[in-house]
């Protein structure tokens, strides 16, 4: 079962005053100069899913300058053996909004026509910085199997920002806490045991497929007694309120999750591991995700690799193109040098993005 972007307009969006592609579901191999506009183009399509996209960008981020008209994003996308059409644009000063087929949904409606996975270099130090961005990286693979994940998520910190309001107030009555913390409880069990399923998926897919790409043992983790099961989680928040209130914020819960990683083979962390080694180890639980997804009958991700190609040698090059065909995963790739696809021969679209005064100009080429 496929799932591609078929076709994409652009209007505002960065330095794209306009921009319109043709696509053919076959990997996408986008090069040109520095500055030149190829990461906007991917970031365009990582906002055709829940959340602030692969650079997280608020709205007003994204408008281009100096017009700041506001922008919008239209796609055609095929998935799940349907065609859709999705857009998504924010006015002046406004929210972003999304529609899908022409009808105006919630983000989190985005994660059931279409799953996104990315790799950007601001990823590349995520083993070795804090929880949060790890916790978004184990989110999204979550979200690829479990689309209710978003909205869980989302009624968890609703809940807890909630909470954290009272606990800076000083509020003590425990009535105002009760039903918070319940609903905090459940959607939090609920987040936990959907994550604690994806790692399991991950693992599956790495352990019964040969790759280039190092084997990762997975492990959630918390730096604190975090318990859960429902009901032991909602007794644990209201057991903490007192320590809570005087740090201001919740202490305990799936906010404070962690994900670990070790390199199976060598026996080492991945914090511990070279730069290249912990670039390799995601590069190899994306393709995980992907074989998990096929393996379950769902339709695979569509992935973004921002200058991923730069950074591994020619046999590593040439092995995550073989991945991504024989998984028949449409991959939007981006590289200074055309030379950096070669490999990929007749299997990848190619398109050359350039800047001349300022403005984007995009070419497409078989």
Not at 315 to 338: H, S, V, W
């Amino acid at each position: 079962m496929k799932a591609a972007v078929t076709a994409l307009e652009l209007s505002h969006f960065r330095s794209h005053k306009r921009a319109k592609l043709a696509l053919d579901g076959r990997p996408v191999a986008i090069f040109g100069p520095n500055g030149a506009g190829k990461t906007n183009l991917i970031e365009a399509i990582s906002l055709l899913s829940p959340g602030r996209g692969m650079r997280r960008a608020g709205a007003e981020e994204i408008a281009r300058r100096p017009e700041r008209l506001g922008w919008k994003v239209w796609a055609e996308v095929e998935a799940e053996g349907a065609p859709h059409e999705i857009e998504t644009r924010a006015e002046a000063g406004q929210s972003r909004t999304v529609q899908i087929d022409g009808k105006t949904v919630p983000q989190v409606a985005l994660a059931r026509v279409l799953r996104v996975l990315w790799l950007v270099p601001s990823m590349d130090r995520l083993w070795i910085e804090a929880a949060e961005g790890r916790r978004r990286f184990l989110d999204r693979a979550v979200l690829s199997f479990d689309p209710g994940h978003a909205e869980r998520v989302l009624d968890y910190e609703k809940a807890m920002r909630e909470r954290n309001r009272l606990l800076k107030d000083g509020v003590r009555d425990s009535h105002w806490y009760g039903a918070l913390e319940g609903r905090m409880a459940e959607a939090g069990a609920a987040i936990s045991i959907a994550r604690r399923a994806a790692i399991e998926r991950l693992a599956g897919a790495q352990d019964e497929t040969e790759t280039a790409f190092p084997t990762a043992d997975l492990a959630l983790t918390y730096p604190d007694e975090t318990p859960e099961e429902a009901g032991a989680l909602g007794a644990a928040f209201a057991a903490m309120r007192g320590r809570d209130m005087a740090a201001g914020r919740t202490l305990i819960g799936p906010h404070r999750a962690d994900l670990d990683a070790l390199w199976r083979a060598k026996g080492v962390a991945a914090r511990d591991a070279s730069t290249g080694e912990q670039k390799a180890l995601l590069i190899s639980l994306i393709l995980a995700n992907a074989r998990a997804l096929a393996a379950t009958g769902g339709a695979p991700p569509v992935l973004l690799l921002d200058e991923v190609a730069a950074h591994l040698d020619t046999r590593r090059r040439a092995a995550l193109y073989d991945e991504i065909c024989a998984l028949g995963l449409q991959a939007f790739m981006t590289g200074t040098e055309p030379g950096l696809f070669e490999a990929l021969g007749e299997r990848a679209q190619r398109i050359e993005v350039t800047e001349t005064a300022g403005i984007s100009r995009i070419g497409s080429q078989a």
